[in-house]
Every structure is written in C-alpha cells, then in structure tokens.
C-alpha cells in the first residue's frame, strides 16, 4: 500500500466574510473541491488538479480572482497568479494580466512552455494570445459590487491596504498530491483594493505565496501581499514542513511569525510531504476546504 494520501486543500480567502456572504463561499469552495477531487480519484496529477480547482474560482464571481477580481484606481482589473510543480520543481507565474479570465491557465503554460517563471503586463499578455487564450472585455471581468466598493474606497483618503481584510474578496489557491506523491500548489488573485495599476503582490511570488516540492508538501498563502512578501511566507511553511514538523503546526506557526514579524494578516493552507493538510489564519474568517481518500465528503468552512 502507497504511503501517500492524495489530498486536496482550497482556499477562497482569508478576511472578514460577511454573515450574508458565507453561503456562497462555502459553495464557491465546494464545487472547486468536488471538481478537483473527481481529477485527483481518477488518477490525475497535482498539477492538473490544482489547475483546475483553481479555475473554478476563478470563474466564480464570490472570489477575488479572475471574473470576481478587484479593480485599480483607474477601474481597470490587473490579476497574478502562479502554479508551482514539486515533481518537476518548476512554476510559472503571471502578473499584472488584464483581459484573461484564467490567469492560472496562462501561468501553466508560462511552465509548460517558457524557460522563465514569471511574465507581466503587456509581454505576459502578447504571451497570452500567442498560445491561443482569447482575451476578453474588461466589462467580462467587472462586477457591481467591486465597482462600488472602489468609488467608496477612491472617497475615503484614510483607507489602507491592511483595512482590506475587513472587507475584500479573498485570493483562491489549491494544494493537491496525486497517487504518485507528487505535489502541486496554484494560487490566483485580483490584488487588494484602491490598488495603482502595476502593483503585483505575493501571489504570482514563489516562495511567498505559493510553493511546492515533492518529499517536503507544498503551500498557498492568502491575505495582505505586502505583509507575506515581507517574511517569504510560503518559504517560511515549507522550512517548518522540511523539518518534519506536523502541517497543522507549520501553519500556525507562520500565521504567528507573519503576524510578529511584518504585521501581517492572512491564511496558509499546505500539504506535508504524505499529504496531511494544514490550515490557519489570523483574519476573521477563511473560506477553506479539503478532501482525501479518507474522509467520506469534503471538509468546508470559513470560521
């Protein structure tokens, strides 16, 4: 018998999620589980899986990512993301995507497909249509409420990035380990409010927000970029997996070093290296997921 345990780990978030709100996190995670445990059953691998979880988010509006994202000052919708292959020890990564509703896609072919690990801004969007993504109007990507949410925010000259957690979408991520014990993580976002056109935050980051490598587990990091950036937060959880501490600990150790050291806050979730999950957060509320070969139906929550 394998020693492994295929898991999947999601995140969609780490902040204040309103009470009316929980209802459509909860079933925004869920769905992206249920897809990425059907790939992961039928003997896909964690790259695949943590692609496609991913996603799904991506496509739900609940979710600061792809057509949920949050808007610049200037109204336009620039999104990172990045997906990191622990077999191969290999990622790729976008930032400052405008246009493309799956910029977790992009990011994978920026792996398949690239030498590099990271491409921003126009370069990465000419990448974008060269490999055969369609872009989108912006219009696509826009919703109401992140509409009213920046005209509120562009009025109020006290707000600050971290007042975010109090009232933002969350970035989405996934960690998975297939049957081979491979490991994956991805990790997708539209940035924090009241953010200037160019700004690029820890997601598209290996090794803040995201981390993956087979015989150690891998990472997705979520909440204030600045802040994880700050203490190489994903690093920070895999040194703590590497030495062979239990992934619970791991996360709750770094939700404690991003808050002693940076100010920071935020969630982790990971997988160690036998695909036992890990999960913690420092903000209000975390909507957040797992499932593997063990349990009969997804674990979900945001409290």
């Known amino acids: 018998m394998s020693r492994y345990n295929p898991s999947l780990v999601v995140h969609g978030g780490a902040w204040e999620i309103p009470d009316e ?3 459509a996190h909860l079933r925004g995670v869920q769905k992206a589980i ?3 445990w059907s790939l992961l059953a039928s003997g896909a691998s964690a790259l695949d899986c943590v692609e496609e979880t991913v996603a799904v988010m991506e496509d739900d509006p609940t979710f600061d990512a792809g057509k949920g994202s949050i808007l610049n000052t200037d109204g336009s919708v620039e999104m ?3 997906i990191m292959d622990g077999c191969r020890f290999d ?3 976008v930032a400052a995507l405008r246009n493309f509703p799956n910029p977790v896609r992009v990011a994978r072919k920026v792996l398949e497909e690239t030498e590099h690990w990271l491409l921003a801004g126009p370069g990465c969007e000419a990448f974008a249509v060269r490999h055969g993504f369609e872009s989108v109007p912006v219009e696509n990507l826009l919703t109401e409420r992140e509409l009213k949410r920046l005209q509120i925010l562009i009025n109020d000259p006290r707000f600050r990035s971290p007042h975010a957690f109090g009232g933002k979408r969350g970035t989405v991520g996934a960690v998975a380990m297939d049957k081979k014990g491979h490991v994956a993580a ?3 976002t539209g940035g924090t409010p009241k953010k200037l056109p160019g700004r690029v935050g820890d997601t598209p980051l290996i090794g803040c927000g995201t ?3 087979d015989g150690v587990g891998g990472i997705s990091c979520t909440g204030w970029g600045e802040s994880i950036m700050k203490v190489m937060l994903a690093r920070e959880v895999a040194e703590h997996l590497r030495s062979g501490k239990p992934p619970v600990d791991s996360a709750e150790a770094c939700v404690g070093i991003l808050k ?3 100010g920071g806050l935020g969630g982790i979730i990971c997988l160690d290296r036998y695909g036992n999950p890990g999960m ?6 975390m909507a957040r997921g797992m499932m593997n070969a063990e349990t009969d139906k997804p674990f979900i929550s945001v409290d």
């Open 186 to 188: 991805a990790t997708s």
């Open 280 to 285: 913690a957060f420092n903000t209000p509320r």
């Open 260 to 262: 002693a050291r940076a």
């Open 91 to 93: 990622a790729g990564a």
């Open 80 to 82: 990172d993301a990045s």
């Open 34 to 36: 249920e897809k990425g």
């Open 211 to 213: 981390y993956a490598e």
């Open 21 to 23: 709100e929980v209802k």
